[in-house]
């Protein structure tokens, strides 16, 4: 495919290359579509960090040994021609959908903006952003560019400590070794600060604890300059090669399907891992002696692999877009799926046509001539200025959305202050029942008595309002239960209390399956957790069968669990979880499922305009049905 390298010029393009990229592009994709399927797909980034590592510093490391420096301005103007153009397309149309049609988003979207112009997001979220694991409170369409602001910022400082290396330690394999003991350094540094933190942003996006996946990269390419590899291995090498590549793919594909973001395996060793592998795929796809190679090398891959950073970009945006309109994702979420793809790849094929390409091939030396051409009353370029047209408009209408942030769907707003006003009334109950609870030692039995009485005013009121019967209503109140969920959990929780006074609530907005544990063990310390237990969870995320058990075995036995499944039409997850869920009622026969699932499909004047939190009126549903199922 390639002619023989010299060790001096003849630079190589190696196919594999778009192969490796293509299946890290894959992996992202399918994750954030169907993250029940792929659970390890965020692992894709970690490829296209090393593959970058190891791409830029072969060349640098060519560049220096043909002309003896590196041209640092050369560089930089060809990363930002390559780079800037899509993205900032990408920003500003982006800008300009959310200022028209989905202002409920417009928060932060100004310095949404130009943190990832000047390439500082990843530090931004730090802080400000959401969880990458988060797929439902507010998710943001510029979430996934993290990514590309350390690249960026690896992009800026790289090569001018690649100099220094190469005239302080001058031998590759010195330079080697000092770049392997500082990727390995960094993996080090990742665990460590996962391990004396409780932000997962924090190492999740922290430039200091992802460089390494780009240091291995880079360290290979100190030891093995694709130019100066041979061609003809004997027949056992070859096969070494080969196995070694194999091998390393087959571990990227096992990480890819089972290492879930949400594991303190992730930070320990699973990044490690797959940049470990990625790097000997890699070393192993470069060398011309081997078969790896040809055996990435398709049209498809090349295809991908060529305008991954345009579908990578791009996808986000389509995506929450598409399934902020869309109300039945849930129900057909693979077909739902395909029509996302097919909209982020045509997308991609038209900012790789028109954007991308030409402007990485044109020549700025002539663009003063351009500009003095444009503006000539007959000027050659004719109709086609009228492109600048919707490009100013689009710049004018992402500036005045990023001006004005402040506007929001009044819908939303209602919805997080009846949150917040609930949560409020909660903790207030909540201490107070704690103090019930200690005096009585926690001694209340989880059966209640069955025998109707007559019921107060109050009483006839909260039958009537959440349609209960006497017995129904006297049994609520005398039962002694813990509840446990996400922003649902939270939106219903001043209805719960009121229905069962003796209800202690622990919810939070953006909660997930995998911080239950925890949350559970902190209340059996402080004498929170009742002989029964209720759960919402599987809002924002989905969940597996071993995420479930660890919940399961946290409570312990001796609890009556009831877990309510969950109505979220607009995500991919929600069949998923809620079999998941029933699952586990088939194998503990103290786990019993609130089907409100079933209850709420299509009463669409239950919720609010996101489809997923119950309104007023829901709320009402949402506990009647809790009672109902727990004393029917």
């Known amino acids: 495919m390639q002619s023989k390298s010299t060790k001096n010029d003849n630079r190589r393009y190696i196919t594999g290359l778009d192969g490796i990229r293509a299946i890290a592009v894959i992996a992202v994709i399918i994750y954030h579509l169907l993250p029940f399927s792929i659970k390890g797909g965020y692992l894709g980034v970690s490829i296209f960090f090393t593959v970058s590592g190891y791409l830029i510093t072969d060349l640098l490391m060519q560049e220096w040994e043909r002309t003896g420096t590196i041209n640092l301005k050369s560089f930089y103007y060809r990363r930002v021609r390559r780079l800037y153009p899509a993205l900032f397309t990408m920003v500003i149309g982006t800008g300009a959908y959310i200022t028209l049609f989905q202002r409920g988003l417009l928060k932060n979207l100004g310095v949404s903006i130009w943190t990832n112009l000047l390439y500082v997001y990843n530090w931004w979220e730090i802080d400000n952003g959401q969880s990458y694991f988060d797929r439902f409170q507010g998710e943001s369409p510029f979430t996934h560019l993290w990514s590309l602001s350390i690249e960026a910022q690896y992009y800026l400082v790289w090569p001018i400590l690649l100099i220094l290396l190469l005239l302080i330690l001058k031998l590759r394999i010195r330079i080697f070794f000092f770049l392997t003991l500082a990727s390995f350094s960094g993996a080090a540094w990742m665990t460590y600060v996962y391990a004396h933190t409780d932000n997962i942003n924090r190492v999740y996006y922290g430039t200091d604890t992802r460089m390494f996946s780009i240091l291995f990269g880079v360290a290979l390419a100190a030891l093995w300059p694709s130019n100066q590899l041979k061609h003809n291995l004997t027949p056992m090498l070859k096969t ?76 986000f945006p389509v995506m929450i877009f598409y399934e902020i309109r869309g109300i039945s ?91 917040q006003n609930n949560q409020k009334a909660v903790q207030k109950k909540n201490r107070l029942l704690a103090k019930q609870r200690a005096a009585k030692n926690n001694a209340a039995n989880s059966s209640v008595p069955k025998n109707t009485v007559k019921l107060t005013g109050a009483d006839a009121k909260i039958a009537k309002d959440y349609d209960l019967n006497s017995n129904q209503v006297t049994r609520a109140k005398q039962f002694q239960l813990t509840a446990v969920g996400d922003s649902i959990m939270a939106d219903a929780s001043a209805d719960l209390q009121k229905v069962f006074p003796n209800a202690y609530v622990s919810a939070q907005v953006g909660r997930q399956i995998w911080q239950t544990p925890g949350v559970v063990n902190q209340l059996k310390g402080s004498n929170a957790l009742a002989p029964n237990v209720i759960l919402n969870l599987g809002t924002n995320s989905p ?50 499922v609130i089907d409100w699932y079933q209850a709420s ?25 809790i009672a109902k199922t727990i004393f029917k």
């Not at 040809?294 to 498809?300: D, K, S, Y």
């Not at 100013?392 to 009846?418: F, M, N, T």
């Not at 499909?601 to 049905?625: A, E, I």
């Open 240 to 315: 070494l090669v080969n196995c070694l590549g194999l091998s390393a793919l087959t571990g990227i594909i096992w990480l890819l399907f089972t290492l879930s973001g949400q594991s303190a395996a992730t930070y320990t060793w699973g990044m490690l891992l797959i940049t470990i592998f990625t790097t000997l795929l890699i070393a192993t796809c470069v060398h011309p002696g081997g078969s790896i190679n040809q055996m990435l090398t398709n049209p498809v891959f090349r295809w991908i692999g060529t305008r991954s950073y345009g579908i990578y970009l791009y996808q």
């Open 329 to 419: 994702i849930g129900e057909h979420p693979f077909m739902n799926a395909l029509v996302e793809i097919a909209i982020i790849l045509t997308i991609s094929e038209l900012s790789y046509r028109f954007i991308e390409e030409p402007i990485r091939h044109f020549n700025f030396k002539s663009l003063r001539v351009h500009i003095t051409e444009f503006f000539k009353l007959h000027s050659q370029f004719g109709l086609k200025r009228l492109i600048v047209v919707p490009v100013v408009v689009l710049i004018v209408i992402c500036g005045y959305g990023a001006s004005h942030p402040s506007s929001e769907q009044a819908d939303a707003g209602d919805l997080k202050r009846d949150i």
């Open 601 to 625: 499909r299509n009463q669409t004047s239950w919720f609010w305009d996101d489809h997923v939190h119950p309104n007023p009126t829901g709320n009402l549903k949402y506990v009647s049905l």
């Open 543 to 592: 969940m597996n069968p071993d995420q479930m058990e660890r919940v399961i075995k946290e409570i312990g036995p001796g609890h009556q669990i009831y877990w309510i499944n969950v109505h979220v039409p607009t995500r991919y997850w929600e069949g998923q979880v809620n079999n998941v869920i029933q699952g586990a009622a088939k194998n503990h026969p103290n786990f019993h």
